[in-house]
């Protein structure tokens, strides 16, 4: 599921959504939220992994991925857009 985070009021979000998610073999895996107290910030990911067992070629990799912006109800509205 796309991660979604917001002002508790709603008046600021911010989400992530990638069509390429989940990656075959990680599908426990993509998108990711944590809070770290002390610093009083939290963040989320949106990560892709690679794994072959003779290793990785080098090479280009592209990943699409689509960040929102907006009040919450703007991001979430965007999101559901662009899932269909």
């Known amino acids: 599921m796309p991660v979604v985070l917001a002002r508790p009021d709603g008046s600021a979000a911010m989400g992530v959504w990638s069509p390429d998610q ?7 895996a993509g998108y990711g939220r944590f809070r770290f107290p002390t610093e009083k910030v ?4 949106c990560a892709f992994r690679v794994r072959h067992p ?5 090479g280009v990799y592209r990943y699409r991925m689509f960040v929102v912006v907006g009040s ?3 991001v979430r509205k965007s999101l559901q857009v662009l899932t269909r």
């Open 22 to 28: 989940p990656v075959k073999g990680f599908e426990q």
């Open 42 to 45: 939290v963040k989320w990911n």
């Open 54 to 58: 003779d290793g990785i070629e080098p």
């Open 72 to 74: 919450e109800e703007d």
